[in-house]
């Protein structure tokens, strides 16, 4: 076996574990509301998450990946040693801000790998200007979304719950949950899967093993579900020895406002083909619900976090791809 | 209720992208930001 194809098949199992830890972070996300509401056990919520993580690959289209593929830089610059560098970066800033505790998305680390490594390849001028702005104006205005529609749905609610009885209505929004949590890790699922998709295909196309033209393989597409639906079971059995010490109590339509917003929220920028952040999202939608009740309740620290994250993540990754790239290249 | 307050958002959404990157940064960015103050307005009485 050549040297370039085990490189190749190395790269794509970095890719893919990528995708792993993506779903294992982001197992949180999926499980939190709809096991704090006491609809699903843990463990119920998990094998629930990670089974509409999987079932994203099939009918939501593949719009994500194509940006990533050939959205972001030139593909014709593109080769083992550039998506090397761009996910060694991607990785590496994921686990510095997972230490000091940032909550950043691997979408946007991705997305700077690939302009960092692209840009001591070949310059600025193989960066796609327009997949870059989209990208990047997306980062604020997907959380955003989340938050708009996520109020304006908790109202509705609120009009909604003031006519029928508590009890009624509570039980109500504990089987909705059940759907709206699907629905956001389905939204999971598209949205992230697709950035591993994009990366693994891209390279497959630069290495010649994809043909003439550009496209995501089957193969592709069902190994990047599989993944980060195995990452999603991974982290949610951590997730169910520290449930009980971590989860604030949020009432079912609470929980169904924020995860059906978000999941809708995702599910647009996903079929227009725009990466965005799953967590941020989520995480506007539910400070959109708190701030239906009381802004001051809302916790500040969470949403600071988030715009550190916003202006870090791209140059940081970038950075650290630039490094790697540099040093892989003299090899 | 959640597709009757859902939908049109994204249509509106859908508008304002192909309008341009531009008008729908600005929409949304205005939109948040506005309803963060009357919820401030209307939440601290």
Known sequence: MDWELLLVIFIVALALGFDFINGFHDAANSVATIVSTRVLTPTQAVIWAAFFNFV????????????????????SIVDEKL????????????????????????S???????????????????????????TSAFIVISPMVGFIAAVFLALALMRLYARIAPSTA????????????AAYSLGHGTNDAQKTMG???????????????????????????????????AGGWRIVRTMGLRI??????????????????????????????????????????????RLSAVRWGVAINIVIAWVLTIPASAAVAAVTFAIVDKL | MAALVLTPIFFALKLLLDAGLGIIFVAVITTGLLLGYVLRQETTR
């Open chain 1, 56 to 75: 994203a690959a099939f009918g939501l289209g593949i719009h994500v990946a194509n940006t990533i593929g050939k959205g972001i830089i030139e593909t």
């Open chain 1, 83 to 106: 998506i090397l560098a761009a996910l060694v970066g991607a990785i590496v800033w994921d686990i510095i801000t997972w230490r000091v505790g940032l909550p950043t998305s691997s």
């Open chain 1, 108 to 134: 946007h680390a991705l997305i700077g790998g690939l302009i960092g490594a692209a840009l001591v390849s070949a310059g600025p001028d193989v960066i796609i200007k327009e997949g870059v702005e989209r």
């Open chain 1, 170 to 181: 509570q039980g109500v929004f504990r089987r909705l949950q059940l759907l709206s949590a």
């Open chain 1, 199 to 233: 990366i693994i295909a891209v390279l497959l196309f630069t290495t010649g093993h994809l043909g003439g033209e550009f496209h995501v393989p089957i193969w592709v597409m069902l190994s990047a579900h599989a993944a980060i639906a195995a990452g999603t079971l």
């Open chain 1, 248 to 293: 604030t109590k949020l009432e079912p339509s609470d929980g169904f406002a924020a995860e059906a917003s978000s999941a809708a929220a995702i599910l647009f920028a996903t079929q227009v083909g725009i990466p965005v952040s799953t967590t941020q999202t989520i995480a506007g939608g539910i400070i959109g619900v708190g701030s239906t009740k």
